[in-house]
């Protein structure tokens, strides 16, 4: 893949930077929203932002990898875009209790950002529905990864947050049916690499 031209920008009008700023400071705040996971050397926990990247990343990677016949710009845009919604609920822990009004409050944020009037408020609304709908393949492959870099994480930390919470192993195979459904040979690695897992103490055998 090569690289593409980088084309002149359009004009960009002097009023409507102040705007295009605000917009990027606000969503520089998904840097605060904490996660349950640790980052590698477990001195800290995780945030969104990272994550998002992270995720992004690696469906860059398992896209050529697995030569995915997919529209990769849109899948990116809509992996670093996906959790933009916590910036004002903060992360709803796949584990946890779900909140009622979860879907409500974060479509409320993404609803917030659009208001900014800029052209990638639409985009980024638009994506975060088709995300959440779970209508394209491009949403899916999202989904797939959104449950694959947790696990590799979790992998990197020696499984700290699972038995800080006790997770279990069918725990993990609930959470993980949308890998199961979609990309069938990375779920396979998964279910053997849970048994590793619980041999080491990482995860409850249930």
């Known amino acids: 893949m090569g690289c593409p031209s980088i084309k002149k920008a359009s004009a960009v009008r002097p009023d409507n930077i102040p705007v295009l700023a605000a917009f990027l400071i606000d969503v520089e705040r998904l840097k605060l929203v904490l996660r ?9 926990r995780e945030n969104s932002a990272e994550h998002s990247w992270h995720l992004a990343l690696g469906l860059l990677t398992v896209a050529h990898e697995l030569h995915l016949d997919i529209d990769i710009h849109k899948a990116l845009v809509m992996a670093l875009i996906h959790d933009v919604c916590e910036i004002d609920g903060g992360d709803t822990h796949v584990y946890g209790p779900q909140r009622a009004d979860k879907y409500e409050a974060e479509l409320r944020c993404v609803q917030r950002l659009e208001s900014y009037g800029l052209a990638f408020g639409v985009a980024l609304r638009e994506l975060w529905l ?3 709908a779970q209508i394209s393949v491009e949403s899916r492959w999202v989904r797939v990864l959104d449950r694959l ?3 590799l994480v979790k992998i990197a930390s020696e499984g700290r947050n699972w038995k800080e919470q006790s997770i279990c192993r069918s725990q993990l195979l609930q959470v993980n049916q949308p890998v199961q459904q979609y990309a069938p040979e990375l779920h396979a690695w998964m279910v053997e690499q849970m048994g590793l897992f619980v041999n080491k103490g990482w995860l409850r055998d249930a």
């Open 36 to 44: 349950k996971a640790y980052v590698s050397d477990q001195p800290r």
């Open 149 to 151: 870099m947790p696990f």
């Open 130 to 132: 088709e995300y959440e």
